[in-house]
């Protein structure tokens, strides 16, 4: 089954500018923004202005696409003719037509010397754009170049650069699995998990332990998810998203332990600490949870069913539910042929 810490910030907050007409002309100010919150970041070791810079990122993805945006930044934030800026700017794909950007000649000038935070930023910006574009054979390429990257921080960066790393790892999982190529990179995986712990980066660590029990349940591996999962640190984890997801794979490879009462307690935790936006994950973990009561002999209470959006999604379950109830033998085998393509779909949680 396939699947980021509200910070505030002081100096260098993206504002709205008002000389700014065009939606293009905006995003590229924000991205401008974003990249000064990241220099100011990184030159104060402070983590927040690095996370605070991925969830304004967050807001932009859908953007990327529009004609000479990230063109435009890379020739902002990167010296014109480095190997960087030629390596990423031979990645886009330009549109037929071309788009002005008015960029003050100031703010507009290249940065003679960058930090590594916005040097794997800017990996991170091109990771997302070819993945929104579905170039996946370039997207998988570069991704692996982007990890190498990472690799390459020093034990002092990756205290700073940890936020961005770890979503290089989501990606770079991400892309392997939507080309079904998952177990190609289980030791990349394995090694980069051994690395992180090395450099301390608790961030990167816990997004990895994720990935890897991902990948192990991918395949119904789950001797060595647990395996896994039981010699790795434990530690107060950075993000709700990547306890959930721990959560959830927990879960998972208690019911088929049969510890079903761990199993249902994780899964409901799990449903419970989601964020509210994160339907698809909520709904996934209840669907768990309702074939964990039924297997401990348990009638699940009604309101799992009936919660706010989720109704439609949990009917077939919850058709199972009163067959059991019931006792109706004959009604539980209409529900499990007429659902069978539900019940045994394996649907990816996508907190």
């Not at 309702?290 to 009604?302: A, K, Q």
Request: charged share 20%.
């Amino acid at each position: 089954m396939s699947t980021e810490a509200q910070i505030k910030s002081t100096p260098s907050t993206p504002t709205p500018c008002n000389s700014i007409t065009s939606p293009a002309e905006y995003s590229l100010k924000c991205l401008m923004d974003i990249a000064s919150l990241i220099e100011t970041g990184s030159c104060k070791k402070e983590v927040r202005h690095i996370a605070r810079a991925v969830r304004l990122t967050n807001s932009l993805k859908k953007k990327l696409a529009e004609p000479n945006l990230l063109s435009a930044f890379l020739d902002f934030a990167l010296s014109p003719r480095s190997e960087l800026h030629n390596r990423l700017s031979g990645l886009l794909y330009h549109q037929g037509y071309d788009l002005e950007m008015e960029v003050d000649s100031a703010t507009s000038a290249p940065a003679k010397r960058i930090s590594r935070e916005l040097e794997i930023y800017c990996y991170f910006l091109m990771l997302l754009f070819l993945i929104d574009q579905n170039r996946y054979s370039e997207a998988k390429a570069f991704s692996s170049a982007a990890v190498a990257r990472v690799k390459n921080l020093s034990r002092g960066a990756c205290a700073t650069a940890g936020v961005l790393a770890s979503r290089v790892y989501f990606y770079y999982s991400y892309v392997h699995e939507i080309l079904d190529e998952l177990a190609e990179i289980r030791w990349n995986l394995l090694h980069l998990l051994t690395f992180s712990t090395l450099h301390h980066d608790d961030l990167g660590q816990e997004t990895l332990l994720n990935l890897l029990l991902r990948n192990y349940l991918h395949y119904n591996f789950y001797d060595q998810a647990e395996k896994l999962r039981s010699k790795a640190l434990r530690f107060q984890s950075h993000t709700i998203q990547q306890v959930c997801r721990y959560l959830f794979y927990l879960g998972k490879i208690q019911t088929i332990q049969l510890k079903y009462n761990d199993a249902r307690e994780s899964l409901l935790h799990a449903a419970r600490k989601a964020p509210v936006a994160a339907h698809g994950f909520r709904v996934l973990c209840n669907k768990w949870a309702v074939l964990v009561h039924l297997l401990l002999g348990e009638i699940p209470e009604r309101t799992i069913f009936t919660q706010s959006v989720m109704e439609w999604d949990l009917r077939p379950y919850f058709m199972l539910t009163n067959a059991v109830r019931t006792g109706d033998l004959e009604l539980f085998r209409n529900v499990a042929e007429d659902f069978f393509s539900i019940f045994s779909v394996q649907t990816k949680p996508t907190i």
